[in-house]
């Protein structure tokens, strides 16, 4: 059964963990998903995606917070990720906007092929 991502309930995020932003293209956060949260903040509510046993290419190892814009969360949904499930996170492209902010393109791979039989993102 694969995480609904729309679902996950409001808490506060997890404050030990250091924060990973993806900036350059070929970025990489790999880790074991740890969990999904739901967050409200002063733009709304925002989904945090907590990996534990991380490591990354901006040199942050542990506990990691990843809070995805929308290109990160697409990625998460089509790969079918599962908590527990050891990902790789990467920065695959920078799409130029003309607003200042490029889109963020990424891919999110599973160790294992995960597969979202259930649907659960259509």
Do not use: H, Y
């Amino acid at each position: 059964m694969s995480t609904n991502w729309d679902d996950m309930g409001a808490r506060d995020p997890i404050v030990d963990r250091e924060v990973f932003k993806a900036e350059a293209k070929g970025d990489t956060l790999t880790g074991t998903l740890a969990s999904v949260r739901k967050v409200e903040t002063k733009f709304g509510s925002k989904i945090v995606v907590e990996f534990d046993n991380a490591t990354t290419s901006t040199g942050i190892s542990g506990s990691v917070s990843f809070w995805p814009t929308q290109g990160a969360l697409d990625a998460f949904k089509a790969a079918g990720c599962e908590i527990g499930d050891e990902l790789t996170v990467t920065l695959e492209e920078l799409v130029d906007t003309d607003k200042g902010n490029p889109f963020k393109k990424f891919t999110v791979e599973a160790a294992a092929a995960a597969t979202d039989d259930a649907g659960l993102f259509d």
